[in-house]
């Protein structure tokens, strides 16, 4: 199943700013990225990233794969880069 959030974010370009970092390892490492472009104190940014990676693990999402989505271009389900590439 397509997370709605990853459509709304490909459809936007990256403009939608709602996650389901609850369910989509894509929105939890979206929000990461979203996190960290805010104009705040590096440590404000740091621990605010901090608890969001520990909520999204809490429910059972993979650190790991998070943390490496993160670090690339913008984190989509790959259902929803499919629809993209294709219109």
Do not use: F, H
Not at 14 to 39: H, M, P, T
Not at 65 to 72: D, T
Request: charged share 30%; net charge positive.
């Amino acid at each position: 199943m397509i997370c709605e959030e990853c459509r709304a974010a490909a459809a936007t370009k990256g403009l939608w700013n709602r996650y389901d970092s609850r369910k989509c390892v894509w929105c939890a490492a979206r929000l990461l990225q979203a996190i960290g472009r805010r104009q705040a104190p590096r440590e404000v940014l740091s621990k605010s990233k901090t608890a969001s990676l520990r909520d999204s693990v809490a429910w059972g999402l993979d650190e790991a794969e998070i943390r490496k989505l993160a670090k690339g271009a913008m984190p989509l389900a790959p259902e929803v880069v499919e629809k993209v590439a294709k219109k």
